[in-house]
């Protein structure tokens, strides 16, 4: 099946559907492709196929190109604030655009694959655990935030995860194999640090819970961390500092970048048998 002959989701069961319908109404009336409309807005086939299938939430930039290629007269650029919104929660928002920002991250997770490093299928089938009724939605915000990683310049980061979270094959076998090799295949840019936490270090400086800290080249870090219905960003220079000082304890208890794949990979083996 091309592309063009995708199946498309009902444009009136989200802002993004909605968004995306409108995007293949404009170009296909103006009896362009995907990869001819692309190429007006300054961006790629992949990424207008993604948007008109609403698996991927489009950027302010594109929504303004958008415009500029098609001459919908700021049609697009006043979507996209509804869009945004709508995609990904008010208390969250900050944070999604602060992530872009940054030049560097430090994630810690206990629980779960970080959502930066998770595959669609991973994502998907944690995010349906709790019945949201937007899952589309919220599977494209989170496909959306990893293209952090196809900036020119990407940020450095480094992860620190609990060994648990290799037990825990959510999605069923086949899926979690897959995250599991995409984590590998993650821990091989130079510019990305995976670090595992192994299960016999039986108290750590993560118990609290996962947190992130981002670093910019400019300003000050900020620390954002987990919680049950809403996560929080913290700028108070103390509650900052520590948790750096938190992740330097976890960076000291875990295993080293190699050991860590070497695990990884152990664990790998252990599905295929």
């Given at each position: 099946m091309t592309v063009e002959a995708e199946e498309f989701p009902d444009p009136a069961s989200s802002l993004l559907a909605f968004f995306g319908s409108e995007l293949r109404r404009v170009r296909q009336d103006a009896g362009l492709s995907q990869e001819e409309g692309a190429r007006k807005a300054h961006t790629t086939q992949s990424m207008l196929s993604k948007v008109e299938a609403a698996k991927r939430v489009p950027s302010e930039d594109l929504a303004r190109d958008l415009d500029a290629a098609f001459g919908?007269?700021?049609?697009?650029?006043?979507?996209?604030?509804?869009?945004?919104?709508?995609?990904?929660?008010?208390?969250?928002?900050?944070?999604?655009?602060?992530?872009?920002?940054?030049?560097?991250?430090?994630?810690?997770?206990?629980?779960?694959?970080?959502?930066?490093?998770?595959?669609?299928?991973?994502?998907?089938?944690?995010?349906?655990?709790?019945?949201?009724?937007?899952?589309?939605?919220?599977?494209?915000?989170?496909?959306?935030?990893?293209?952090?990683?196809?900036?020119?310049?990407?940020?450095?980061?480094?992860?620190?995860?609990?060994?648990?979270?290799?037990?825990?094959?959510?999605?069923?076998?086949?899926?979690?194999?897959?995250?599991?090799?995409?984590?590998?295949?993650?821990?091989?840019?130079?510019?990305?640090?995976?670090?595992?936490?192994?299960?016999?270090?039986?108290?750590?400086?993560?118990?609290?819970?996962?947190?992130?800290?981002?670093g910019f080249d400019e300003g000050a870090d900020v620390l954002y961390v987990d919680g049950f219905s809403q996560g929080r960003m913290a700028l108070d220079t103390t509650e900052v500092a520590a948790g750096g000082h938190a992740y330097d304890l976890l960076r000291a208890a875990a295993l080293s970048h190699d050991a860590t794949a070497e695990l990884i990979g152990r664990h790998l083996e252990e599905r295929d048998r």
């Open positions: 919908t007269g700021g049609h697009f650029s006043r979507l996209y604030p509804l869009v945004i919104r709508y995609a990904y929660p008010s208390w969250f928002l900050p944070y999604v655009e602060l992530e872009q920002e940054a030049t560097s991250m430090r994630v810690f997770e206990s629980q779960i694959i970080p959502g930066l490093l998770q595959t669609e299928d991973y994502a998907r089938a944690m995010l349906s655990a709790v019945r949201p009724d937007n899952l589309d939605d919220l599977v494209a915000a989170r496909m959306t935030r990893q293209e952090v990683f196809e900036k020119e310049t990407p940020p450095r980061t480094w992860f620190v995860l609990d060994e648990f979270v290799l037990l825990r094959s959510i999605g069923g076998p086949d899926v979690f194999r897959t995250q599991l090799e995409r984590l590998l295949t993650a821990g091989q840019d130079p510019r990305t640090v995976i670090q595992v936490v192994p299960r016999t270090v039986v108290a750590h400086a993560g118990l609290a819970g996962p947190f992130t800290l981002l």
